[in-house]
């Protein structure tokens, strides 16, 4: 018997095994839902209707309708194979699939535009401090030195 399956069914049925891998090691639960089977008509139609990515393949770079995975939470669209992948890249997955809110940006006080004080930034006010506790000790007399010194 030999079975013949379209062009990207292999490449699309890794993708489906990699996400669901992947959910399975973050502890994610979902549903799979397999719009080949019979009976499912009307989700493969929900999916073709609301996907916004088509999920091209290398064997099928323009799919005339969008190819599984495609990832919805509830009827919200999430993205695609390919979404879904960065995400996990870069560590975002729950955002990427609408389970946490994105992180706040960091509010800055009086209305400074400027990024946030680093780490690199505490340290040279810290060696500052050092610099002026050492030049007053090196005057010997006494006088306050604030040449290369932060006052704060």
Sequence with gaps: MLIDFPAGYVEVKKRQQRVTMIMESKHIEYTVIDITEPGQEAEKDFMQTNAQHKGCTISDPNPRHALPPQLFNDTEYCGDYDDFDMANEVDNLEVFLKLAAPAPEPEHKNGDE????????????????????????????GAETTEGANEV
């Design 114 to 141: 400027s990024a946030p004080a680093t780490d690199a930034a505490a340290e040279d006010e810290d060696e500052n401090k050092e610099n002026k506790t050492e030049d007053n000790g090196a005057a010997g007399d």
